[in-house]
């Protein structure tokens, strides 16, 4: 199999790289030519001690490590595929306690709690006051507008919805909203120069969030209400979360839940305004399939990781126990194997098997549908109160090593 041409010291988790675009020419090479391939990288710069990882770009690949947790770990060196060279050991196998970095059973015993938030009939409970909350975001976004009409689109619209249904979701105070939307931005933007936030921030910003959620999660057990918290910390022979799961339980949806999704809005907005005609077809047609294309476009998680557990093969490519494997879902979302026309925004798209809400297996996203539903309340909300929306700059994207994040996008309503 021939050599990809890659440009000279090429990575994929390169918050440089991530700053101004998604690699997706030299993905496409990677699929072709090596599609498991070992990205060199000096020791202990991304916070773990050895000298690289493999590159996995193909949909066929992803999902195969995602759905086998027996032979590629979460637990081992986490699901965060780069850290700060700072970080120390003892902090990466903190994250340990966080769901998204456990294996099965720990991971099954959680998760199976968890759930109980996450059933279909908990997620049309929220539908109607999640509604009322998109439609208010959208009129406020438009009777706040400057002179000129115009107004960043992420801080105005993107980030309400996913807090506040977080909020919904967990019986957080809606007044609170604020603190859990500082806390998560400074937990994930520690590689963005402009935040001047440093490790050591996001880590007292984590510790914060816990803190704050174990207290509520204590409050419940002493005064039970009908919310998901008193469902996940005090049902009694059900087994339930101890305080300390339940604050990093709510540290994942902080991230997992906001970050993922608020990003998921600004991109599909962004696809919207440059794709004029989905955007007239959407608001004509509202068609279901729209959210699950916004996903694909946006993949807002570039990449996680896993480790091997034991010597195996995938792609052609001897796996040593311990090497670090990084599922590119950016990468298996474009995949012409799975996607006819890949680069191209379709509403439309049906079927569509991404891999936005991972590869499937044990750490599939246990909160898929209302990520979905948010999106297609959103969108119809903005279709009804801001139909008229065009581009007023170009977006400005995160400096990260695995979001696909947008911090600012300018819009404006059109005259």
Request: net charge negative; glycine share 6%.
């Amino acid at each position: 199999m021939p050599c990809p041409h890659l440009p000279e010291g090429f990575d994929a988790t390169d918050p440089d790289l991530l700053h101004s675009r998604i690699p997706f020419p030299e993905f496409a090479q990677l699929r072709e030519t090596a599609p498991v391939w070992w990205c060199p990288q000096p020791r202990g710069v991304t916070g773990f001690d050895d000298e690289g990882y493999w590159a996995v770009t193909r949909h066929a690949d992803v999902k195969y490590v995602s759905t086998h947790p027996e032979l590629f770990s979460s637990a081992e060196n986490t699901a965060v595929i780069r850290f700060n060279e700072h970080i120390t050991r003892d902090q990466i196998e903190v994250q340990k306690l966080i769901m998204l970095n456990m294996d099965p059973p720990e991971h099954t015993r959680v998760r199976q709690i968890v759930q109980r938030g996450f059933t279909p009939r908990a997620i049309r409970s929220l539908e109607t006051a999640l509604r009322a909350r998109a439609r208010a975001i959208a009129e406020e976004a438009r009777r706040s507008a400057g002179p000129d009409g115009s107004f960043d689109f992420v801080t105005r619209v993107a980030v309400e919805l996913p807090l506040q249904a977080i909020a919904e979701l967990i019986g957080v105070p809606q007044e609170d909203r604020a603190r859990i939307f500082d806390w998560s931005n400074k937990m994930v933007a520690y590689d963005d120069p402009e935040y001047a936030i440093t490790e050591e921030i996001g880590a007292e910003s984590a510790m914060e969030l816990i803190g704050y959620s174990m207290n509520l999660a204590a409050a419940r057990k002493e005064c039970p209400a009908k919310d998901i918290v008193t469902q996940l910390v005090a049902a009694e022979g059900q087994g339930n979360l101890s305080s300390d799961e339940f604050g990093f339980f709510v540290l994942l949806l902080a991230v997992a839940g906001n970050e993922t999704t608020r990003n998921a809005i600004s991109h599909g907005m962004h696809a919207f305004l440059t794709h004029p005609e989905q955007w007239e077809l959407f608001k004509r047609e509202r068609p279901a399939t729209a959210a699950e294309e916004i996903v694909r476009w946006a993949t807002p998680v570039v990449s996680f990781q896993r480790t091997a557990t034991q010597d195996t093969e995938l792609g052609g490519q001897k796996i040593r126990q311990g090497d670090r494997i990084g599922l590119f879902y950016s990468s298996a979302n474009n995949d012409p194997e799975v996607f006819e026309n890949p680069e191209t925004f379709d509403i439309t798209r049906d079927p569509n098997p991404h891999l936005g809400f991972g590869g499937g297996g044990p750490h599939f996203c246990l909160g898929k549908s209302l990520a979905i539903n948010e999106i297609e309340l959103i969108f119809n909300a903005l279709a009804d109160v801001l139909p008229d929306l065009v581009p007023a700059g170009e977006p400005r994207r995160l400096r990260a090593a695995w979001l696909n994040g947008i911090k600012e996008l300018r819009v404006r309503i059109a005259d």
